[in-house]
């Protein structure tokens, strides 16, 4: 994976209805871990991580890096959006696009925060790289996910075998500078 080219990084912290994305901070490093460790998190993502070892090796500060925002809801982080480009892909129709990503707590689920932060992180990406395209990435069990590309605009590509479960790649068509507004 690599950055996102010209963009400038970190932006100003993007504000929605309900939320703010921004850049990590070390008091979400609780957080990271908990997201990487949460059984329910990782359900389709391969399973979680063992916490003893996330505790011992993640830094004090998580790691920052273009496209890589923080989900905030009143002070608390709740979730983190990825928006990384693929420069080698399993899947011949994802490489070099750049990758939709997102993990939210379980408390944060079914009340459209991801929805929300998707959305504002995709209007951040196409102001900064106007015309590219996104892809998406899910299993086809993650009945949650699956209705989420769906209301972001993405349209399966493919479906694929890996992991031992079929996999969905959903392409979000490049939106026209013009057609922002």
Same mark, same amino acid.
Request: hydrophobic share 45%; proline share 9%; charged share 25%.
């Given at each position: 994976m690599?950055? =996102?080219?010209? %963009?400038?990084?970190?932006?100003?912290?993007? /504000?929605?209805?309900?939320?703010?994305? #921004?850049? @990590?901070? $070390?008091?979400?490093?609780?957080?990271?871990?908990?997201?990487?460790?949460s059984?329910?998190?990782?359900?389709?993502?391969?399973?979680?991580?063992?916490?003893?070892?996330?505790?011992?090796e993640?830094?004090?500060?998580?790691?920052?890096?273009?496209?890589?925002?923080?989900?905030? =809801?009143?002070? %608390?982080?709740?979730g983190q959006?990825?928006? /990384?480009?693929?420069?080698?892909?399993? #899947?011949? @129709?994802? $490489?070099g696009?750049?990758?939709?990503?997102?993990?939210?707590?379980?408390?944060?689920?079914?009340?459209?925060?991801?929805?929300?932060?998707?959305?504002?992180?995709?209007?951040?990406?196409?102001?900064?790289?106007?015309?590219?395209?996104?892809?998406?990435?899910?299993?086809?069990?993650?009945?949650?996910?699956?209705?989420?590309?769906?209301?972001?605009?993405?349209?399966?590509?493919?479906?694929?075998? @890996?992991?031992?479960?079929?996999?969905?790649?959903?392409?979000?068509?490049?939106?026209?500078?013009?057609?922002?507004?």
């Amino acid at each position: 994976m690599e950055d =996102l080219g010209p %963009a400038a990084w970190p932006p100003e912290p993007i /504000r929605t209805e309900r939320l703010v994305l #921004r850049e @990590a901070e $070390a008091r979400d490093r609780a957080v990271f871990i908990e997201l990487l460790a949460s059984p329910e998190v990782h359900t389709y993502l391969g399973g979680p991580r063992p916490r003893e070892e996330l505790e011992r090796e993640m830094p004090a500060a998580p790691e920052r890096w273009p496209g890589s925002f923080v989900v905030e =809801l009143d002070g %608390a982080m709740i979730g983190q959006i990825l928006l /990384r480009r693929a420069t080698e892909h399993r #899947r011949p @129709a994802a $490489a070099g696009k750049a990758d939709l990503g997102y993990l939210f707590l379980p408390g944060a689920w079914g009340f459209g925060y991801a929805t929300e932060a998707c959305a504002a992180a995709l209007g951040w990406f196409d102001g900064v790289l106007p015309g590219e395209p996104v892809v998406l990435t899910t299993q086809t069990a993650n009945v949650g996910s699956m209705r989420l590309a769906a209301k972001l605009g993405f349209a399966e590509v493919e479906r694929f075998e @890996a992991w031992d479960a079929e996999q969905w790649l959903g392409l979000r068509p490049p939106v026209a500078p013009s057609a922002r507004a």
